[in-house]
């Protein structure tokens, strides 16, 4: 039988402010058994890149990374979160190792092709390698991805925390039983998004289907749970939808084939 | 009998540069056998402080960290100049892994007490684990070293990469019969300082003594040298004192026991 391992994504809000980092680096201190984090930082790098006079520009909600704004992610990103959350993990006994995907070739990727909109130095990732990992993962490393990928030729690129987060737990399901937890503002994917506590406890590809016709989930949780089901498709054990003080994979919405 | 390998410490004004930075990345995936590389990142850090409006003290030869610059130099160090030089290595086959001193808890040190002078967030190094980083070498993994240490207690610190780079070889000699090589922009340790041809091609503890009475060797030299006679009293095969263009272990000054 494989052992448990749970890949935890927390967005950049929960790490980049002290007063819910500690918090949350307590909880992901305190979950059981083999883990990776993966976080964002996309507040800090629009902080930054603002102060050298660099404006980000989003588009759907993604960030169009030239060549500066891609120094700029790899610094805060790769710099300054990632050993931020590594020493705060050191400090709480968990052995943490900063990562992004260039490191070990463990995620590489290819620059988005331009159509409607050129997002720049953005990857879509073609490859993760969960051997490596897993091997560290045994000797009592818990691995901690920064939203970064490299192309194999030299080139960084921004990848999307989420992406990293579901492409790491699919590379890790031949090893171990992995819960894939993705933390969010809400409680979970909530069937009356004007009630938080309207949260929908177990979802099935079938109900999902049926929720997005009738428009009961719409927007940004579309995306995040064709990701879920694509990670389910590819071995992943579970998907769970939570807060980020909530993290044991039990609470939310937690989604299973 | 150990197998060989190479710690190699490179200045921050060869990786910072794209056309240094690309003949050392070429010459250092040449460098045969088991291999560590070890960076600084100084010029870069200045350059992205005065951008942000920070402004850069220096005190013999080290910067003082206040809490702004130490995010700068966690940024500059752990994340732009590692990562570009990680990618670029794995672009020539290197299979490299960026690691600060909080990473896998590698390189553990304490705030430098303050005497004198205030230095700030700069880390003394306590102790360096070459266990998990043997175990990383020999399944063909090449580490990064960026100039940062972490106190255990969630802090990180500014710490010195020739520092590192001597105390990374000295963890490792355990486990590697270890060149340590440190990069310098003349061929070596100069009989002369005015004749760049006038290198002392093998030096011992006595003659180091005696050139250093004589004002042969001076200045920065000085705690450079005294560096790698302690590397080689604690179990470093051989120090090499070379230019960033001859890294193989052959040229410029050998200092064995």
Redesign the interface.
């Known amino acids: 039988m494989k052992k448990k391992l749970t890949v935890i994504k927390v967005g950049g809000k929960i790490v980049e402010e002290e007063a819910t980092l500690k918090q949350f680096l307590d909880d992901f201190a305190r979950v059981e058994g083999y883990k990776v984090l993966v976080h964002g930082g996309g507040r800090s790098a629009t902080k930054?890149a603002a102060?050298?006079?660099i404006e980000s520009r989003m588009v759907n909600g993604r960030r169009i990374t030239d060549a500066q704004t891609l120094?700029v992610v790899?610094?805060?990103?790769?710099?300054?979160v990632?050993?931020?959350i590594?020493?705060?993990l050191?400090?709480r006994g968990v052995?943490?190792?900063?990562?992004?995907g260039?490191?070990?070739?463990v995620i590489r990727s290819h620059k988005r092709p331009v159509k409607d909109i050129d997002y720049g130095f953005v990857g879509d990732v073609d490859q993760a390698d969960g051997e490596?990992l897993a091997?560290l993962i045994d000797?009592g490393?818990v691995p901690v991805m920064a939203p970064?990928t490299?192309d194999?030729?030299?080139?960084?690129l921004n990848t999307n925390a989420d992406t990293i987060a579901g492409e790491t737990a699919k590379a890790l399901a031949p090893h171990f039983d992995v819960t894939l937890v993705y933390c969010f503002e809400k409680k979970g994917v909530l069937r009356n998004a004007n009630d938080d506590d309207s949260v929908i406890p177990h979802l099935n590809e079938a109900d999902f289907k049926k929720y997005v016709e009738e428009e009961v989930i719409q927007d940004g949780m579309i995306p995040k749970l064709e990701n879920a089901f694509q990670a389910i498709h590819s071995g992943v054990s579970k998907v769970n939808i939570t807060m980020a003080t909530a993290i044991d994979g039990t609470q939310g919405t937690i989604i299973e084939k």
Chains 1, 2 share one sequence.
């Open positions: 930054i102060q050298l006079g120094q790899t610094m805060v990103y790769g710099g300054m990632n050993k931020n590594v020493a705060g050191q400090a052995n943490a190792l900063g990562l992004t260039a490191d070990m070739n490596m091997q000797k490393i970064l490299h194999g030729q030299g080139q960084m």
